[in-house]
């Protein structure tokens, strides 16, 4: 099997993100604009119960205290950005868990399980940031030889229910990755490989790891969902 050039390389990480993967859509929200408003006499708001009269009213008092950086209005934490709760990392009431993102995670092949020409191992990533992401389905993959060419690569999917698993900081998840190296149909050899360049659920952005495996019937890579824990 020939080596694909550097060009080549580039076009099948292409193909797998346009024809395999979902590139996920950023939402925004529209920034608000401000308006000042003067109620009229005696229809003054309240929100959440508090008296929202002029300052100077009974009301001043609890304003400013509304106004202190660890204050609280209908459950919703008004402390600043940069306060002690906002780069804690914890996922309490009010903050969402967002998909794992893949300058969130770092990506290893754990021990290989040999036997019989067929070989078993863990495809295992990790939540390197300070927050907790959550990972669902299957990942890309692309193999890639020591001259750092693309070789093909059949990945395929294993018909196992994918399933959401969330990560905390330093937590990990894993996919089972099944190769062969028993040569297959007309196959006089199998190309070694170097790296694998892993392409996370629903992302467009790679991460490449060490991967030294020869990897037989036309580079077949079976694959199944993430799924917890970082052991098969």
Not at 53 to 64: D, E, T, W
Not at 181 to 205: F, H, N
Request: charge should be positive.
């Amino acid at each position: 099997m020939k080596r694909s050039s550097g060009v080549r390389r580039f076009a099948a990480l292409s193909t797998v993100m346009a024809g395999v993967l979902m590139a996920s859509a950023a939402c925004g929200s529209p920034a608000s604009s401000e308006r000042s408003i003067t109620p009229a006499a005696g229809a003054l708001p309240q929100v959440a119960g508090v008296d929202t009269r002029p300052a100077g009213s009974k009301a001043a008092g609890v304003n400013a205290r509304l106004a202190d950086a660890g204050s609280k209005v209908a459950g919703v934490d008004t402390r600043p950005a940069g306060s002690k709760a906002a780069d804690s990392g914890s996922s309490g009431a009010g903050t969402a868990v967002e998909r794992c993102r893949t300058g969130a995670l770092a990506a290893r092949v754990g021990a290989v399980d040999a036997g019989a020409g067929q070989r078993y191992a863990p495809l295992v990533v990790t939540n390197r940031s300070a927050r907790a992401c959550w990972v669902y389905g299957f990942v890309g993959l692309i193999m890639i030889d020591r001259n750092g060419d693309a070789l093909r690569t059949r990945t395929r999917r294993e018909s196992v229910q994918p399933r959401r698993v969330t990560l905390r900081p330093g937590a990990g998840a894993h996919a089972r990755i099944h190769w062969t190296e028993v040569r297959s149909g007309r196959e006089t050899r199998c190309p070694a490989s170097a790296q694998l360049m892993i392409i996370p659920p629903d992302e467009v952005a790679h991460l490449e790891i060490p991967f030294t495996a020869t990897v037989c019937d036309d580079g077949r890579l079976d694959i199944t969902p993430m799924a917890p824990g970082t052991r098969l």
